[in-house]
């Protein structure tokens, strides 16, 4: 059987059955390679997934696994659960790194494929970062798995819908796995410290704050964690003839003054809070500041970007469209660039957004209308605003009465579009600062036609044909 392990430190590959133990003269590993697990229950958090009874994990240890594509962000364990594939199953096992892999090897590990299933054996090829592969080398694979000559376990950090052929993606099961958690990173860290594959065994003090701000530091990536706990190690101070791992020793390691940021805690919170309610008080250098103290404590940036496009409908909206359109433009150079060269894009946003009129007419009209919706009865759609595609729908009056807006003059038509009983309910209310100033003009214009104050058409008024708004 043909196996192909891929050493992701940058090594030679070795070539040989899966799960075969490696020459002893080898080059020290790293502590995140040496930790790596070997069983399911080795593997820290993804329970949704790998908990008892649970479908993946009845999957790999009946060895009956599908053909899936792992999803999720860098250190959570997609090529750790294929490693712990290759020592269960019964199939040959290939490891293949979509990095340093073409047309040609694909071709030459398929063929090999094909020929092991003809002798009715199974193969499971695993395909790391298999979304750098381009549209025609994933299409390589699709009759291969079609046929069953290969189980193809993917792994990416990319959106599948996005990275990976639609109708290879649709042969695959698709497994989501999540960013670890503080508690499973602490536990990962505390095993490193007794295994004897880690640290066990050797004089060392490392304080439980030290694992939780190591882990706080790690957000969800498991790898970066032993990093961060290896660094600390080689670098430890001596206390009393120990090794002791101290704050200062931490913050000279990761280069990070405010570890003291909890993520999912009540600081991570309150710091939002204080994000959003300067943001709302228009002071930009109350603003800048808090964003500081989230990104330089490791906050993902494309959070504090989320944040800012809900705050640029909720509490500028109509004052100035133009918000919502920088907020999204910040969150796709976020999303491009990443820290550190997207705390820019995010300084930008936040004090455009803090210096910008205010209005929470949208986010008021939105929840006045949320109420309604599930407090008052849920009103039919008035016969005259519904579709009537059939003949049945036609003689029961449906779409009876509509007016065509296009079809009228004033391009607007007197009918009202809602319930009888809500026919007066007001939902948008513009307070009138910026250009919301005009859309306030617009809809009083609107109204008092519609509800027959005045015989003067809307698009008489400067405010609706674009000039300078009313008072």
């Given at each position: 059987m043909l196996s192909q392990m891929?050493?992701?430190?940058?090594?030679?590959?070795?070539?040989?059955?899966?799960?075969?133990?490696a020459p002893a003269e080898t080059a020290p590993q790293p502590l995140a390679s040496r930790m790596r697990p070997v069983t399911l229950d080795e593997i820290a958090g993804q329970e949704h997934l790998l908990g008892p009874g649970k479908l993946l994990r009845t999957m790999i240890e009946s060895d009956r696994i599908p053909s899936m594509?792992?999803?999720?962000p860098p250190g959570v364990g997609k090529t750790t659960i294929a490693r712990v594939v290759a020592h269960v199953t019964k199939a040959s096992f290939i490891d293949f790194s979509?990095?340093?892999?073409?047309?040609?090897?694909?071709?030459?590990?398929?063929?090999?494929?094909?020929?092991?299933?003809?002798?009715?054996?199974?193969?499971?090829?695993?395909?790391?970062?298999?979304?750098?592969?381009?549209?025609?080398?994933?299409?390589?694979?699709?009759?291969?798995?079609?046929q069953g000559s290969i189980i193809l376990v993917g792994a990416t950090t990319e959106n599948p819908s996005f990275e990976i052929n639609a109708a290879l993606l649709s042969r695959c099961k698709v497994f989501v796995l999540e960013a670890l958690g503080e508690e499973a990173?602490?536990?990962?860290?505390?095993?490193?410290?007794?295994?004897?594959?880690?640290?066990?065994?050797?004089?060392?003090?490392?304080p439980d704050p030290i694992l939780v701000k190591i882990a706080s530091f790690a957000n969800g990536d498991a790898r970066k964690a032993l990093g961060v706990l290896e660094t600390c190690v080689a670098n430890a101070g001596s206390v009393d003839g120990v090794p002791t791992i101290t704050d200062?020793?931490?913050?000279?390691?990761?280069?990070?003054?405010?570890?003291?940021?909890?993520?999912?805690?009540?600081?991570?919170?309150?710091?939002?809070?204080?994000?959003?309610?300067?943001m709302r008080n228009s002071d930009p250098d109350a603003a800048v500041y808090w964003?500081?103290?989230?990104?330089?404590?490791?906050?993902?940036?494309?959070?504090?970007?989320?944040?800012?496009?809900?705050?640029?409908s909720e509490d500028v909206g109509l004052a100035d469209p133009n918000a919502l359109l920088l907020a999204n433009a910040v969150w796709d150079a976020c999303n491009k660039i990443g820290m550190p060269e997207c705390n820019c894009a995010l300084t930008q946003i936040v004090v455009y957004l803090s210096l910008a009129p205010k209005s929470n007419a949208i986010d008021a009209a939105y929840m006045a209308a949320a109420r309604d919706a599930a407090e008052?009865?849920?009103?039919?759609?008035?016969?005259?605003?519904?579709?009537?595609?059939?003949?049945?729908?036609?003689?029961?009056?449906?779409g009876k009465g509509y007016?065509?807006?296009?079809?009228?003059?004033?391009?607007?038509?007197?009918m009202s579009c809602l319930p009888e009983s809500l026919a007066h309910r007001r939902y948008y209310r513009p307070a009138g600062l910026g250009a919301e100033a005009r859309w306030k003009a617009r809809l009083a214009a609107v109204r008092d036609w519609r509800e027959g104050r005045t015989d003067v058409p809307p698009f008489s008024s400067p405010a609706y044909t674009g000039g300078a708004p009313s008072k």
């Open positions: 891929d050493d992701r430190d940058g090594r030679s590959a070795a070539r040989g059955r899966a799960g075969a133990t594509i792992l999803w999720g979509a990095v340093t892999s073409g047309i040609k090897e694909i071709k030459a590990v398929m063929a090999s494929a094909e020929q092991a299933r003809l002798s009715g054996e199974r193969t499971v090829l695993f395909v790391d970062e298999i979304h750098r592969f381009n549209k025609a080398q994933q299409d390589a694979f699709l009759p291969f798995v079609e990173l602490v536990s990962l860290l505390r095993r490193a410290l007794v295994d004897p594959r880690g640290y066990g065994g050797r004089p060392l003090v490392v200062e020793v931490l913050a000279d390691c990761t280069s990070r003054k405010a570890l003291l940021y909890d993520k999912d805690g009540e600081e991570h919170y309150n710091t939002i809070s204080a994000l959003h309610k300067s964003l500081a103290r989230m990104l330089e404590a490791g906050e993902d940036p494309l959070y504090v970007a989320r944040r800012c496009i809900r705050f640029a008052r009865r849920a009103e039919p759609v008035p016969l005259h605003i519904r579709n009537a595609p059939t003949r049945l729908m036609k003689e029961l009056d449906y007016e065509y807006a296009h079809d009228t003059d004033e391009k607007i038509a007197r």
